[in-house]
């Protein structure tokens, strides 16, 4: 799944230091870290592997190198079948 880091408009631009991303197929019971890869300055590919059915939540958080910090929860982000 792709996934991009966009600064907040008005906001000043400081690298990002740390992001991290989890999954669920339990609707926020039980997480389990996503193993990220590189694509871009500011893009990854997040490598999922999901039951073929249910629904899947993210939790994601982010660490700019000034401080900065973004935690961000979806439940039920899609349904599978």
């Not at 000043?12 to 999954?23: E, H, L, N």
Request: net charge positive; no cysteine; hydrophobic share 35%.
């Amino acid at each position: 799944m792709p996934l991009s880091l966009k600064t907040q408009p008005g906001s000043t631009p400081s690298a990002t230091r740390k992001i991290t991303v989890a999954v669920s197929y339990d609707e926020g019971t039980t997480w389990r870290p996503v193993n990220l890869i590189r694509t871009g300055t500011d893009t990854l590919l997040a490598a999922l592997r999901h039951p073929s059915k249910g629904s899947v939540s993210f939790r994601a958080s982010a660490e700019r190198a000034d401080g900065g910090t973004v935690d961000y929860t979806v439940i039920r982000a899609y349904n599978l079948r």
